[in-house]
């Protein structure tokens, strides 16, 4: 068996739970705890989920927002089973679409001597 860990990124809903509709409304929240960030970075950081993020601003948000590391970040680990080779694909399953075997042939081959 396989794993993987998928996260989810809920800054947005936070933000949308104190009323800040606005990604600009939270630079000034932000700045109170130390953190500066250009309207473009917040911008990102709210509308996408980061790759990395500094523990200073996710320290920063979840006390300005009031909320927990894990009200921002809801980590996932999903199990993927691996199934030997009978037929049966590892990921989702493709119902009966199925690839036709290979058949060689070979080409007849000429008498010899001609």
């Not at 009200?71 to 199934?83: A, F």
């Not at 030997?84 to 690839?99: H, K, W, Y």
Request: glycine letters at 6%.
């Amino acid at each position: 068996m396989t794993k993987h860990v998928e996260t989810t990124w809920n800054l947005r809903r936070i933000m949308a739970d104190q009323g800040l509709f606005k990604t600009t409304e939270l630079i000034p929240l932000l700045e109170e705890y130390g953190v500066s960030l250009s309207r473009e970075q917040v911008f990102r950081l709210v509308t996408q989920t980061p790759e990395r993020a500094n523990l200073s601003f996710i320290g920063a948000v979840c006390a300005a927002l009031n909320c927990t590391v894990s009200d921002l970040i809801e980590v996932h680990v999903v199990e993927e089973k691996s199934v030997a080779v009978s037929g049966e694909p590892t990921r989702g399953s493709i119902g009966n679409l199925r690839p036709k075997p290979a058949r060689i042939h070979r080409p007849p081959q000429a008498p010899q001597g001609a």
